[in-house]
């Protein structure tokens, strides 16, 4: 025991002393070679060297203050859980995170400069005889947790993203972070050149607040880095599904709100859940972003809070659904691709649209489902078509669903009528959808098939429809849009357009998922043009939307086709 805390003692005031040697124009260029001029200048200028860091294995508390007293530091404030030191143990020794209580000391180190630095101290409990002994001999030997740090000054996401890039260009190289909820800050570690000279080969840069999106490509460079860490996270995708899905089904999210923790008892007995394995859950969920943990509970985030009933854009219906039917059905998704049948057929003796059909809770949540991606449709309302269109017009809903695409239309237009073609159920839930926004003078309802599209519209939309079918179904209903447009009418098709050069896209999910589970695709813009052109009909422009979303302009390319 004395000989390791003497070497925790040991390597603490080293850390001091490399504090107080150093400033941020000196070690950037020590840790990246070749660093120099204007860029150091700049990353100087955007970043101040924070600390220096290590963990440290006292047998117990009063150890610990020893080890801070004799290397002339003063703890001013409580410590403070390692989510992300607690985290990175956990996978490198194959341990229970839950079993492991690392803490922060950040002890101040007034420097000779006069500036103010600190040592982050990272504590693990290693008493005498325990079963840690191992992990703390092999941290202290490899060092993975020491580290030196620099906090962003003003922490705008291009600064953060320009900080990340310009380490890259010197050869630092991604090394994992994470999100910090107890203190709102997120951590992007990054591994040193071989040839650096600073004495630490691991550097964090750190960001306050919530940086996660720019943290997950930050994340998934380093698993590149890792491809059986990697893998082994694509692996257990399935758990974060049903991970999200149980949260959906159980309700909690309708018992947490964003404004205030509420207990782990309260929050069993509220839904009516085992109280230790609801732990297990929330902790899951907390790692991804869906919950926050407090000294007083848990709470929601924004992503969280989109799984509750009464949320705006509430994306509840597509956790039960994707972790529902379409879960089951893709366990076939090997059949589909060997045989070319749809897996969801397979599962169910049925297509999705009879199944749905047959079972009216299903079909309302289907329903709901669709609306839940409403937040593709924001920008539409504002289409340079919808501007133009003239006073009285009409705009065709083809296959409307609910009605909340057309809603929108409507409220922002109040000088159009619209029109919505619909199975006769959804039909009803549309009528009620528009109704309650005082729509219902201006909007007709119509049950009906693609054979029933309405003539003399000035507008048609068809959103999210032609996904669903293969290519010569697709010629079909677009010949009946023809067929019913007048000349001068324009058609609007929403879809997810499959990008041209294979870079990453939500689309490219969901090409897989219709083909699994519809017996549908997306395609290519270029597809696209060639389907329309099929049915006498021009692609005019393309234009983005959110969610990976796009909205083709298409009209008709000469005399109605018969």
């Avoid at 079993?99 to 500036?115: F, H, M, N, Q, Y």
């Avoid at 009409?394 to 409507?410: F, K, Q, S, Y």
């Avoid at 619209?418 to 201006?442: D, I, K, M, S, Y």
Wanted: aromatic share 6%; net charge negative.
């Amino acid at each position: 025991m004395i000989t390791t805390l003497s070497c925790d003692t040991s390597r603490l005031r080293a850390a001091v002393d490399f504090v107080k040697e150093q400033d941020t124009a000196t070690l950037l260029p020590l840790l990246l070679p070749g660093l120099d001029g204007p860029e150091l200048r700049a990353l100087a200028e955007r970043c101040d060297f924070s600390h220096a860091a290590l963990l440290v294995f006292p047998p117990d508390e009063a150890a610990l203050r020893t080890m801070i007293t004799d290397c002339g530091l003063v703890v001013e404030a409580p410590p403070q859980p390692s989510v992300i030191v607690r985290e990175r143990l956990a996978v490198r020794h194959q341990r229970r995170a839950a079993d492991l209580t690392v803490e922060i000391l950040r002890p101040a180190v007034d420097c000779p400069d006069g500036t103010r630095r600190m040592v982050e101290v990272f504590t693990l409990a290693v008493p005498p005889g325990s079963s840690l002994d191992t992990l703390a001999t092999h941290e202290r030997d490899q060092q993975h947790e020491a580290h030196v740090a620099f906090e962003v000054k003003a922490a705008d996401p291009l600064v953060l993203r320009g900080l990340c890039a310009a380490l890259g260009r010197y050869g630092a190289t991604p090394d994992g972070g994470g999100y910090n909820p107890h203190e709102n800050g997120t951590v992007f570690y990054f591994t040193a050149p071989p040839e650096a000279k600073a004495g630490y080969r691991r550097v964090e840069l750190y960001a306050p607040g919530d940086h996660r999106d720019l943290l997950a490509a930050h994340l998934d460079e380093h698993r590149r880095r890792q491809p059986a860490e990697s893998l082994l996270r694509l692996l257990t995708g399935a758990w974060t599904t049903q991970a999200l899905a149980a949260f959906a089904r159980l309700e909690v999210a309708d018992a947490m709100d964003a404004q205030r923790s509420v207990t782990l008892a309260e929050l069993a007995r509220d839904v009516d859940a085992c109280e230790p394995n609801l732990a297990t859950l929330l902790r899951y969920l907390t790692m991804l972003g869906v919950v926050s943990e407090d000294g007083d509970g848990y709470r929601l985030t924004q992503t969280g809070e989109l799984l509750r009933r009464d949320s705006e854009g509430s994306m509840r219906a597509l956790a039960l659904m994707y972790g529902g039917v379409f879960y089951e059905s893709f366990a076939g998704l090997d059949h589909t691709v060997r045989t070319g049948q749809v897996a969801f057929e397979q599962r169910f003796h049925a297509n999705h649209f009879d199944h749905f059909a047959r079972d009216p809770r299903l079909a309302e949540l289907f329903d709901q489902s669709m609306a839940a991606g409403s937040r593709m449709f924001d920008p539409l309302p504002a289409h340079p078509v919808l501007a133009a269109a003239a006073d009285g017009a009409t705009v065709v809903d083809i296959a409307g669903g609910n009605g909340e695409l057309l809603c929108r239309i409507l409220s922002a237009h109040p000088r159009l009528q619209g029109l919505l073609l619909e199975r006769p159920h959804t039909v009803e839930a549309a009528r009620r959808l528009l109704g309650a926004a005082g729509h219902t003078q201006r909007c007709t309802f119509r049950a009906g098939d693609f054979a029933d599209v309405p003539a003399g519209g000035e507008v048609y939309v068809l959103s999210r429809v032609l996904h669903d079918w293969d290519d010569e179904r697709c010629r079909e209903i677009l010949r009946h849009c023809a067929r019913a447009m007048p000349a001068t009418a324009d058609l609007l098709v929403v879809e997810r357009v499959l990008p041209a050069d294979g870079s990453a896209s939500l689309a490219t999910a969901w090409d897989l998922h219709m083909m699994c589970n519809v017996g549908g695709r997306e395609r290519r813009a270029d597809h696209y043009a060639r389907l329309f052109a099929d049915a006498g009909l021009t692609l005019v422009d393309v234009a983005p939307l959110p969610l990976d979303g796009s909205v083709l302009h298409v009209r008709r390319t000469g005399p109605s086709p018969t």
